[in-house]
């Protein structure tokens, strides 16, 4: 283990003056505060295996060295992250970059990091080597019934080895859709996947969820057969009470406000997960909260309205991952900005007075509503998401000791300059 | 009435030669070209009511001159756009704008001219003068239920005028959303907004329809609490089998695909009317084709295709509107020229190839599926539309034969130059 | 006057103790502070006299009473917000809704408010009453020299009325563009238009700037001739030293990076002002900060780095305004919380550490480089600006302040509840 | 050669009689009729080497076979084309993807083909294998000047290469830019860039021109250095007469108007040249014309009339290129495709009465400005440009006759199925 607890106690000792000094002002409220620092402490971001290798563009890809070559790498790695925020506490796997050969021995690895198997991810927006059929014009939407049933029985083999791991749910994103007008007849193309997901979801273990992930464009750039948040809901409505709709935050078009589709999925009981990133202009994946940062705590404040009012648990009831891609990052330290900015947009929505909101609204007072939100946004919570780590046994600065402790470094060393992850 | 069937014999006899001309090409392939025609005969677009009169921004309005200032001058209006190009022959009305005083006589006035009352339109997006309610913070959704039973009231006044003139549907297009983030608990506007929706279900004649538009924002800048296909389609399903969703063209995100969502509402049988108006920005209201006609034509392969799986007569199953709005042009002029188009994509989307479009697809044949589309689109149907016109005793140049009778200076003349039409 | 300085001292009095709570983090670093308060308290952002009314849309419009009904009770509105937060020291006026009939008058009044005048404003997108000419087709940009020319007379009587205000700059926002494809022939449009600017610059005192306003789209939905900070720069630089580019934070295509604009025209000397304002879809005119506060703190990153790089004077050397509209909101209240969030915003911006940005960009630090730009946005520095405005004898909490004082009561007591201002 | 012109003639003989029939209605206007297809036959669009394989994104790609191995395949591929419909007459080279090992055995094999080569393109957005500075972090923006040397030498390199081919221009397009808030100084990044493309400049030939491409977002997804015309035509106004800006049709923002940058950038004597595509979301480098064809006539349009009035060569004083991918179509299809409707669009544009156009503009009748622009749209110029193809000794049908002869399979079977073109 390239980090040790000694290392991190150490850290905390280092900073812990400058720490309560800033925690102070917080102590005064101390039932509010214990409130939220104990739901930071619950709440665990999956990790996506294909997220710790530098991604790249069709334009090109700059690896950064030391990436996982294996999957036990790639646990090795989620380890690390959990250890520095304790908050990275899972791993999604994607098959089948991630096949384990031994899957008790992947899952006792795993455990001795602290980290369980969230959603397991099927692929079949790729061609692999051995593969009879291809997915160039789609899969579970295909014309060719033989192309339908081999991605089918690709995901099902993902459900499998994702028992075998304690996995509980499937995501499925399809990238099928079209490039040009007239390609696809765009009710067939629905009916095919709808009948294709219908026999994945009759291979789900009964207490297992399928997450059918929606996105507006890319790689198909014409249309998408799963492209919005209708689309999904429209398919999880006739699978079953099983079938969810999955978010990705870069999966909308330009100015969609994704927060009240949050609210709305919620309210109709079909809101599976998540998938955190942040983004510009398409699918950019950057960086959690690097672009749009308010955006990111509008969602969270109707997450943690919404499932309140459904008597959700935040930790358990969703399945909440980054998806993110780390183009001139270092993967590792682009994962720790991006849990840090779900915590802190999870602990500002946690600061919000709801019965002043419920107020407001009641009174059409839109001035004081928005004063609400802004004043919970405008509070520098980063004092409490320090104090939930530091409780948990996690870094107060997780980024500062990574590089503190030389940690690319290392692992550069371990695994050389040229290693490339898995992964797009 | 400003143009008797003399005067267009007249114009048509001196373009005859030159049409014969023009449609010689068709003439070869009968049995196509003959359907075609008939289908043009039948297919009817309804004009609003309030656009007949110069349209504006918040900026500014120009108006032209000779609007109609009654619903009788409104209905002449249409009746001259229908005399004109036989494809104008219903009218759709917009309350509180339109009451009419005597609707008998008003049914007569119109029937005497060819025209038809198509859906009735309520407004519970401005404040009347004598109204004892705002909606400024919303209609159907407000929190206050007084103002939410206002709103059900007027929307039930206008079934009942309806009725009275013949109308089959009820179009609500909600302006209710929130212009701030925290403004609105969505869920709960939701609800209330299904609720009141509910309300006026209930008081539909069995016969009728009720159209539930969504609109993506504008008025409201921050959320519209109809505001996307899945959202409208949402209520629709809850509401029951007399509940469809509108789509009016210029009501969505930048890039959306529209020709998708109206097969998946086809799909869904839950689709139940358009909006023809084209745009570049947001809900631009320019005139029908000026800006994307080929997606206008590909939406028309996706109503054509959808409707004929379904068994659905074109010109009686959907309900086809015009909204547009006319800043710079006389709206007379602009609405011929917006007929023009959306008889021109139907004509060009009936020329399309069905089966051999479906072979392609079966061979995920791209190339040749474009091809099938483009030669359908790069085609000149205009001639067909002409001739379409020339049998069901319109003119074969509409928009000529409105400048050669000077008929906007004719109604500057009885109206004045200052006569402006309700409306927007 | 409605409020007095006892007032807004017992207002601060009770809020004291816990501001310099709030405030003690701070005074270990007061060298940063101190420099901090005072660049705050010399920013003044100009109200435009057109935002003390009620706005709406085309679809509507719900006016909330106690509007101003004349320039002096704008000014004295002005005044109130002035008095409150001491930055709204400036007034920025629209002709011809404004025209002062004593300018002298009208001067003293706003001294002893302690207001000076900023930009002046013309007004050629509507037409008025008494006016020969149309501007239903543009202005500056009109095929017609009659209309050219009247649209440069009011100008250049725009500026003389400035001239006896005080006011130094000019600024010039056409809506001249088009509705629809073939309308203009774009290069001759941007000739006549520059052409016309000539004339109008060729009047403006030596001491003047004259600011080319750039916006998308709207009221034209096709084009507009002068559409993005590209067209507005080259007549900027075809203009000569006193033109400028404006820019307003609504006048973009989605997605636009608004910064490097700001940046780039920086670099060429030739941002000249600012519109403030926010927007989820386009020139939506929310509260400034209401939807995207990162975007703001970004845009005053460059202001702030790039005027310092130009030895300019954050004060005096670019022109600041507010640019919204209030639909939903008290005029008032709206723009309260709008130069409350351009201070936090400014503040941020002043906490960046540019030398360690500096070094990180220079090391190609990615990850530092956000860290830096992150920690100013997430620090609470609401406590520094109250400070400021404390010191400069506001009001600690000015929206408290208002709604204490029943300051809309008062004005609508004063004016009637149906006062409705000039404005859009 | 996989064609020969017995086949051509073979192929044109079996459809002379159709042609002849549907030429036909043109013969009456031959003066009109003749001048369009002298412009077309003149009228050469030139295919990138890049653009002969299968293109694909980040989540994969799926080759077809029989893509061209080498350059000296790629020349044979664009001679196809070209024998096919006597248009793609040119091929734009890329380095290092084509350098040419002997340049005059070369340039002898595209001369044989009847080919020219028209501008070459440079590389600094990918890492080459054996490169010691990485573009990880930009090129000619780049903080090191070690990194900005190499990427300078490169095009240095790539004009040297151009000469001995009989080039005339080289096309920059750099990917520099951003990826997040903070990461780039953008005056500085636009300056570093601009002493780099000076040293670049300073090597041109004097009848060189060297052509400054913009895009505004991907492979950056925060910030381009060269992002819109407005950037680029800095850059082109600062380096001097020998630079231009370069238009690509998939890089702009949602809903620009790309015919009125199009037309300014004429008025300012510095569009370069055009990188034709389609697109619905981004640079998504779809067939030209086959997502928005009626924008494409458009910019042709504006073309027209300002190559005229410049008293510009359409054929030959502009860079004229497609640029698209192919993901799901045979390249070589897709190009002919996309020839076709660059050569439809042209031939719409000629059709234009510019005087009569000009005349409604200076009435101010906007309905009839979108008559005349309509009329030529709607109009079926297909026979114009068959029967341009058809003198210059090319097929009535290309697509057609590339199936008949089955080129695709021969093609594969010479190449194998499995080979791969260099490229994106």
Not at 53 to 67: D, N, S
Not at 167 to 186: I, R, Y
Request: aromatic residues 8%.
């Amino acid at each position: 283990m390239l980090l040790n607890s000694d290392q991190i106690a150490q850290h905390n000792e280092a900073r812990l003056a400058k720490h309560k000094q800033q925690l102070a002002p917080w102590t005064g409220e101390v039932d509010k505060t214990e409130a939220i620092i104990e739901k930071l402490m619950a709440y665990q971001v999956a990790i996506p295996s294909w997220a710790l290798g530098t991604g790249g563009t069709r334009f090109g890809r700059f690896p950064g060295g030391g990436e996982p070559r294996s999957l036990d790498e790639k646990i090795d790695d989620v380890g690390l992250l959990h250890a520095l925020n304790r908050s990275s506490g899972a791993i999604s796997l994607h098959i089948p970059w991630d096949i384990p050969a031994d899957a008790a021995a992947t899952r006792e690895r795993a455990a001795a990091l602290g980290l369980t198997f969230d959603a397991v991810n099927s692929n079949t927006f790729q061609d692999q080597a051995d593969q009879p059929e291809s997915y160039k014009f789609g899969s579970l939407q295909h014309v060719d019934a033989a192309v339908r049933q081999q991605a089918i029985d690709h995901n099902i083999e993902v459900i499998r080895h994702g028992v075998e791991l304690g996995s509980k749910s499937l995501t499925v994103w399809l990238s099928d859709g079209s490039c040009f007008p007239g390609q696809l007849n765009f009710r067939q193309a629905f009916q095919r996947t709808y009948e294709s997901l219908q026999a994945i979801y009759a291979a789900l273990p009964p207490d297992w969820k399928v997450f059918v992930e929606y996105k507006a464009f890319e790689p198909n750039f014409y249309s998408m057969t799963v492209g919005d948040w209708g689309s999904s809901l429209l398919y999880a409505q006739k699978l079953g009470p099983q079938a969810y709709t999955l978010v990705d935050l870069g999966h909308h078009l330009p100015n969609a406000n994704i927060e009240q589709i949050v609210s709305l999925l919620l309210m109709e009981g079909k809101l599976g997960g998540f998938h955190f990133n942040d983004s510009k202009y398409g699918d950019d994946d950057l960086t959690v909260g690097s672009i749009r940062p308010y955006q990111l705590f509008l969602i969270f404040n109707e997450l943690v309205e919404g499932m309140d009012a459904r008597g959700m648990n935040h930790a358990s009831d969703l399945g909440w991952m980054i998806d993110a891609s780390h183009n001139v990052k270092d993967p590792l330290e682009d994962l720790l900005q991006s849990v840090e900015a779900i915590q802190i947009a999870y602990a500002q929505a946690l600061l919000i007075d709801q019965a002043r909101l419920a107020d407001a609204r009641n009174a059409n007072d839109v001035v004081t509503a928005q004063e609400i939100l802004q004043d919970a946004f405008r509070t520098d919570v980063r004092p409490l998401v320090a104090e939930a780590r530091l409780r948990a046994g996690g870094a107060l600065a997780p980024l500062a000791l990574f590089r503190e402790q030389a940690i690319r470094q290392q692992l550069i060393g371990q695994r050389g300059a040229k290693a490339i992850a898995t992964g797009l």
